[in-house]
């Protein structure tokens, strides 16, 4: 049997393979009213497809803590008990095909109030405009050219916001989800802290190490304070800001720093670190390409000794099967290939010998 389709166990959970769907935004809740950020019949029919497709875990989109931690007005939220019950039809189904429903929490920072990636590109939406607001961040620094400068939080508004972080997760397990995910990547507020190249505060949360990761700790003892011990955590980190591989004399967080960070999360009890990179300077380079990412989670994984997920440009079964029976990753997370394909896993299974739940309306003699 390949090692891809092999289950894995953290802490009680035990997922049935190695192919994970990653947390990919739909901007598609309603952006106001009492339906704002509640999931509808498109988040429903998108995580139900790659469920019956064979997708061994299922991470929804990037799910705002609060209305103002929505990268954009369309976001999901589970801010409130509407969005929770909502999810209940969600999680349930997912469950009912074998597949284990995760939701990844998440507060976008200086990146919020944006358009849809269609329209206008994502372009920034301005205070003053329809379904806009101003953002918040470690400092009061904008994510790039024509994006609104945002307000830098004080420790209160920080300390209301690792708040929110445990309120969702309560709200996830109340719905249903197995998997909690802290989103500390791609330019998101945990993210910003992290970074020096966003967080340039002199108090106890910025300088250095400890206070640039002080936050996101909090955010994570918070939720694995309300998440049962029996079931797992996860975190997904931006493991460098690709500043120093790209020979810019910026400051910048570092894979060096992201495997200091994962002992941290190790230790408190973070079961699986999902590792990707970048999203947190505009106008950095970032070297596309088939296994890309795929250095920088091996290293967690031998130098922290915290399971990975990987990420990134991976496309071909035969990809993914190297990736794991390697030990360079303990699952593999796809994003836009199973956008192109739902049945990724299904069709992985035929090419290499492995098996994935079948539906049973799917069973013919």
């Given amino acids: 049997m390949s090692t891809l389709f092999e289950p894995v166990t953290l802490r009680s959970l035990t997922v049935p393979n190695r192919i994970w769907m990653a947390a990919m935004c739909q901007y598609s809740a309603a952006p106001d009213g009492d339906q704002a950020g509640v999931p509808n019949d498109w988040h429903f029919t998108h ?7 064979g997708t061994g875990l299922i991470i929804t989109e990037a799910t705002a ?4 931690g929505r990268i954009s007005p369309y976001d999901l939220g589970i801010w409130n008990d509407t969005q929770a019950e909502a999810f209940r039809r969600i999680t349930a189904f997912l469950k009912s095909q074998g ?3 995760g939701i990844q929490l998440a507060h976008a920072g200086r990146k ?4 849809r990636t269609w329209v206008d590109r994502g372009a920034p939406i301005a205070p003053d405009v329809q379904h806009g607001w101003t953002p918040v961040a470690p400092t009061a620094a904008p994510f790039g050219p024509g994006s609104t400068a945002p307000e830098e939080l004080s420790t209160d508004a920080i300390e209301a916001i690792v708040g929110q972080f445990a309120d969702a997760a309560r709200r996830a397990l109340d719905a249903g989800f197995e998997v909690v995910e802290v989103h500390g990547a791609h330019g998101y507020l945990v993210h910003q802290f992290l970074s020096p190249h ?3 505060r002199t108090d106890a949360y910025g300088g250095d190490f400890a206070g640039r ?7 994570v003892d918070a939720v694995r304070a309300v998440w049962p011990d029996d ?20 400051e910048g967080w570092t894979a060096e720093e992201t495997v200091r960070l994962a002992k941290e999360l190790r230790a408190r009890g973070v079961d699986l670190l999902d590792v990707s ?3 947190n300077v505009p106008d950095v380079k970032i070297p596309v390409g088939p296994d890309y990412q795929v250095p920088y989670a091996q290293r967690v994984r031998e130098e922290a000794g915290l399971p990975v997920a990987a990420v990134g440009m991976i496309t071909d079964p035969e990809q993914a099967e190297a990736i794991v029976a390697s030990g360079k990753a303990d699952a593999v997370l796809l994003g836009r290939e199973l956008l192109r394909d739902p049945y990724w896993a299904r069709h992985a299974a035929t090419k290499l010998g492995g098996e994935v739940s079948t539906p049973d309306q799917y069973h013919r003699a």
């Fill in 112 to 115: 919020a109030s944006t358009e």
């Fill in 198 to 200: 966003s967080n340039r």
């Fill in 65 to 68: 803590v609060s209305p103002e």
């Fill in 213 to 219: 990761t002080r936050f996101a700790l909090e955010v």
């Fill in 277 to 279: 990179t970048g999203g």
């Fill in 47 to 53: 995580l139900a497809a790659r469920a019956t497709g």
């Fill in 99 to 101: 597949t284990v429903p």
């Fill in 231 to 250: 079931m797992p955590v996860f975190f997904r980190v931006s493991a460098t800001d690709w500043l120093r591989e790209n020979g810019d004399d910026r």
